[in-house]
C-alpha cells in the first residue's frame, strides 16, 4: 500500500459546459474524474432545482484528483473556464492511496 | 487567478429538514449551497436505500464553501439544528479559486 | 459543541461491488457511510454514463468519516479490495462535529 499526497480539485458548472469542460481537463493532464450530474444549489446561478428537467438550467459537480504539478497547470485553465460560464472551484489536499 | 482559503462545511441530513436547514445557513451567512439530494448510507437513523420512495426517510447530503468567520458563526447553529434531528457535520480547509 | 479530528475516506468503485465492499468496510470498524449511486466518470474503467442501465457497468462514490485508529485499520483491506477490482480510494483530514 503505497500513499501519494494529491490534489483534489472540485468544480460546480452548468451541466451544458460539462462536456467542453471535461475535454479541457483531459488536455490539461487530467486522467480521471467523477461527475454528479443532477445536483441543485444556490451560487450566482441562483436557485437551482435538481429535478429541473431542462438541462441548460441544471448544475453539475465533478472532481478530479491529479499531482500538484498538474494541479498547477489545470487551475489557470479552470479560472479562465469559469470566467466564461458561472461555476465554482476548490482545492484540497488529498492522500492518493496508489494500489 | 486568486486563491482564498476557506472552509468546506459538510452536513448529511433527513432530506425533510433541508428546506429548513438552508434557510438557518442562509441566515447565517452562507452565500450557496450545494445539494446531493438522493443519497443512501448508514448512520444515526440506520439503512436508507437511495430508491426510498418516501421523502421522509430520504437523506441529503450537501456542502458550502464559506470564510472561516462565517464558518465560526454557522457551526454552533448546525450543532443546534441537527441536535433536534439526526445528520451529521464535518468540515475542512479549502482553497477557493476566485474569478 | 465539540470537534474530534477525523479521517475522510472516499472510494470510487464498481455499483456491483458495493454491498460487499460496505461489509467489509463495518467489520472493520466504520461506523457509517453515505453513498452515491448513480455517477459517472473515466478512470482505469473508461468513459461511463450515469444514465447507464446495466447496473455491472455503473460506479458508485462513497464516503465515511472515521476516526484515525480505525482508519489504518481500513486502509490496508480497502487497498486489498481495489486490487481485485477496480476503484480508486484518497482520504483527507476532516474536522468532525459531536453533537
Do not use: W
Not at 481537463?25 to 441543485?40: C, Q, V
Not at 444549489?41 to 431542462?54: S, Y
Not at 491529479?66 to 470566467?83: G, H, K, T, W
Amino acid at each position: 500500500m503505497n500513499i501519494v499526497k494529491s490534489v483534489k480539485i472540485e468544480v460546480i458548472l452548468e451541466s451544458i459546459q460539462v462536456e467542453r469542460f471535461i475535454e479541457m481537463l483531459e488536455e490539461a493532464g487530467a486522467h480521471g474524474y467523477t461527475l454528479f450530474g443532477n445536483i441543485s444549489g444556490k451560487g450566482q446561478n441562483g436557485m437551482l432545482d435538481h429535478n429541473c428537467r431542462a438541462k441548460i438550467f441544471a448544475n453539475s459537480y465533478l472532481f478530479t484528483i491529479c499531482s500538484e504539478e498538474v494541479a498547477q497547470n489545470i487551475l489557470p485553465q479552470i479560472a479562465l473556464f469559469l470566467e466564461d460560464c458561472s461555476g465554482s472551484c476548490f482545492t484540497s489536499e488529498v492522500n492518493h492511496l496508489k494500489l
